[in-house]
């Protein structure tokens, strides 16, 4: 993918690495990781092999660092069995093993015990993880659950897919109306360039969301680079963590879910003056997008 930013941030998983004050009693659990347990319902627990569905939020203090509250799909973890445990484990197994359907507890992670920290998170001495089990689900269902998405997401990929050709003509036309200035351009303070060819009707992402979004890009003279609709997957991302060019942060930030614009990326808001693999230097960008989904 060439909409990759050059600086990439370190990606930090969830499931790795979270607060909220409480005076509850603090308890251990198998492995010596303190947690309190807010709610307990005396329900169910996930034996070994289900899989656990659950919310959770990641904190430093009062600093709220991820969460999955409003993504479209729930993380899920399968739980192993005893003989399965190992140092690799992510630590919240230790609590989800003992949570019920409607738990919710916090899981303290102590940072020393880490052998090498990211910079991001020199400065912290506890991460704590706010979680809510939402649902258990055998091995049998997350296996139905998983064909059921496997065949929608391919049916989207084809459907885009098939699009190929309509798209294509689609940039080449914009393309024809930006040499001759009749595309509508708005420019913003950076000297980003776009057009919103369709608005959309869902949400407007904000910085942190996840999107995700077909596109077709080129070169000014038509020449197609790099596109999605290729194989027909679109491209996720988090808007606003400097994870593809500046022009597409601030570029799709513009649009709301289902939103089809065209836009054209300075070389300062795309590979500046060096390029990036056979993207030469000094090169003005364009692409046709489509954002499908905000998370």
């Known amino acids: 993918m060439k909409i990759c930013s050059l600086g990439l941030p ?10 909220c004050g409480t005076d509850t009693a603090t308890e251990s659990t198998r ?11 005396g329900g169910q627990t ?4 289900e899989y656990a569905y659950f919310h959770i939020v990641m904190r430093y203090q009062d600093s709220v660092l991820n969460t999955s509250h409003g993504m479209s799909d729930l993380p ?13 484990t992510p630590i919240i197994v230790d609590a989800l093993e003992f949570m019920a359907v409607g738990d919710s507890l916090t899981l303290l992670y102590p940072l020393d015990s880490v052998e090498s920290v990211p910079p991001e998170f020199a400065h912290m001495d506890i991460i704590e993880y706010d979680l809510t089990l939402v649902e258990i689900k055998s091995e049998e269902e997350f296996q139905a659950e998983m064909e059921a998405v496997m065949a929608e997401r391919q049916a989207a990929a084809q459907a885009a897919q098939a699009r190929m050709g309509e ?13 001759d200035g009749s595309l509508n351009l708005q ?27 077909q596109y077709y890009g080129t070169y000014l003279d ?21 994870s593809v060019i500046a022009g597409w942060d601030e570029g799709i930030g513009y649009l709301k879910e ?11 808001l795309a590979y500046g003056e060096t390029g990036y693999m056979d993207i030469p230097g000094n090169t003005t960008l364009y692409f046709y997008v489509e954002l499908e989904r905000v998370n």
């Open 222 to 242: 038509g020449e197609m680079f790099d596109t999605s609709f290729d194989t027909g997957e679109a491209y996720g991302f988090a808007l606003g963590q400097r």
């Open 187 to 213: 420019t913003s303070p950076s000297g980003l360039q776009y057009i919103i060819h369709e608005e959309g009707t869902g949400e407007q992402p904000q910085n942190g969301d996840m999107v995700s979004v």
């Open 76 to 88: 899920r973890i399968r739980i192993p069995g005893e003989e399965e445990i190992t140092d690799q």
């Open 46 to 49: 996930p034996q070994p092999g």
């Open 258 to 268: 289902g939103a089809k614009a065209s836009l054209i990326v300075p070389p300062a």
């Open 31 to 41: 492995r010596g990781y303190s947690y309190n347990h807010h709610v307990s319902t």
């Open 10 to 19: 370190l990606i930090i998983s969830m499931l790795l690495l979270v607060s």
């Open 167 to 179: 798209v294509e003509e689609l940039a080449k036309l914009n393309l024809d109306k930006l040499e």
